[in-house]
């Protein structure tokens, strides 16, 4: 069973830095040749699901790691296997950066041509941590 939970949240001043936490039970594929693909979202004060938008994503299987371009350069997604853990270091962080962010897993990997960005590829999600950056 798939359990996303979402930790280290908070408030900071511009520029300040947060690192969010993960905790990704169960986040497994049976399948050699699909490896699981995680991200991070975030969602705007006031603002629906809709409104969910792609942070970071990571290749469970390749480690490799995509950005919002908002974020390149910012922030760095990890992960620690050993532990089934995902990090999200967000450093310089912005008021823009306020949002409720969550935690998502897709453990058979992306749809074919599907992209990291899209909500709809990551069936698990976690409850959120709010991050409130003041100017």
């Known amino acids: 069973q798939v359990r996303l939970v979402e930790s280290g949240g908070g408030s900071v001043q511009a520029g300040g830095s947060l690192r969010l936490a993960c905790s990704t039970t169960g986040v497994t594929s049976p399948y050699s040749h699909l490896s699981p693909f995680v991200a991070w979202f975030r969602q705007p004060p006031g603002k629906g699901r809709e409104a969910r938008e792609g942070?970071?994503?990571?290749?469970?299987?390749?480690?490799?790691?995509y950005y919002a371009a908002s974020v390149q350069g910012r922030f760095t997604i990890s992960q620690d296997k050993a532990k089934n853990m995902l990090y999200l270091q967000m450093n310089n962080l912005k008021p823009e950066d306020t949002a409720m962010y969550y935690c998502?897993?897709?453990?058979?990997?992306?749809?074919?041509?599907?992209?990291?960005?899209?909500?709809?590829?990551?069936?698990?999600w976690g409850q959120g941590t709010q991050v409130t950056v003041s100017p």
């Open positions: 942070v970071a994503g990571l290749d469970t299987g390749g480690n490799r790691a």
């Open positions: 998502a897993a897709a453990p058979l990997a992306l749809t074919i041509g599907g992209m990291w960005y899209d909500r709809y590829e990551y069936p698990h």
